[in-house]
């Protein structure tokens, strides 16, 4: 199966700043997804990550908040940007693998003071 | 877009019992059905899926049944053990596309 490397695992982050999350993948993917699991909650779709155009965000995400990379077919990045302490969260790359199955890597652990 | 509830929230049985996680979604559409289970600290992964066009799908301990008509699939654990309590989560999709998330259910397993 695929092996999905996130960078950094876990961070604390300054109220006010700006941090990039990126996401390797070992093989060429169309699709990247980015999700994010607030404490104690489900994963919840930020954005869909295409290569060549811009990401789709979902409903209560916007671009300003949550810009994404995606310069090639295995790598994407997320920047959460002007962090307030809500956007503590662990925030997880996936691909689909061609089984179908949706695979997640180890996931990005933010705390904002 | 889709929905998907998840009943319920905290479940406790006894080592060896069974256990039951019931979902709904909304989406007719929907023709994938997976379950992943995450412990503490760690990613969601996979352990038992279902596609529309079966109504029932068993590895070893766990079992997954699919009803198209009510829109509901449930997660069945027998001979439940310790190492099974962590947090499962229902999804469900369309070809592929983004994934949409139960709310989650606690498994505490008692030895």
């Known amino acids: 199966s695929a092996v999905i490397s996130q960078k950094p695992s876990r961070d604390i982050c300054q109220r006010g700043t700006s941090l990039t999350i990126q996401c390797q993948v070992d093989?060429?993917?169309?699709?990247m997804f980015w999700y994010r699991q607030q404490p104690g909650q489900s994963l919840t779709l930020i954005a869909t990550a295409n290569q060549g155009s811009e990401a789709t965000y979902e409903s209560g995400f916007v671009i300003d908040k949550f810009p994404i990379s995606r310069p090639n077919l295995t790598f994407s990045t997320l920047t959460v940007s002007n962090m307030s302490p809500e956007d503590s969260s662990i925030y997880l790359c996936s691909v689909y693998l061609p089984t179908g199955e949706l695979f997640f890597g180890e996931g990005s652990r933010l705390t904002v003071l | 877009g889709e929905n998907v509830e998840q009943h319920p929230s905290t479940l406790s049985v006894q080592e060896g019992d069974s256990a039951v996680i019931k979902c709904t979604y909304s989406d007719s559409a929907s023709n994938y059905f997976p379950w992943y289970k995450q412990e503490l600290g760690k990613r969601p992964q996979l352990i038992i899926d279902?596609?529309?066009?079966?109504g029932e799908k068993k590895d070893q301990r766990i079992a997954v049944t699919l009803n198209k008509t009510a829109k509901h699939f449930s997660l069945h654990i027998t001979e439940t053990q310790p190492e099974d309590s962590a947090v499962y989560f229902c999804a469900a999709n369309y070809n592929n596309n983004d994934m949409r998330f139960g709310a989650g259910t606690r498994l505490t397993v008692k030895p």
């Open positions: 279902i596609r529309s066009n079966v």
């Open positions: 093989s060429q993917v169309t699709m």
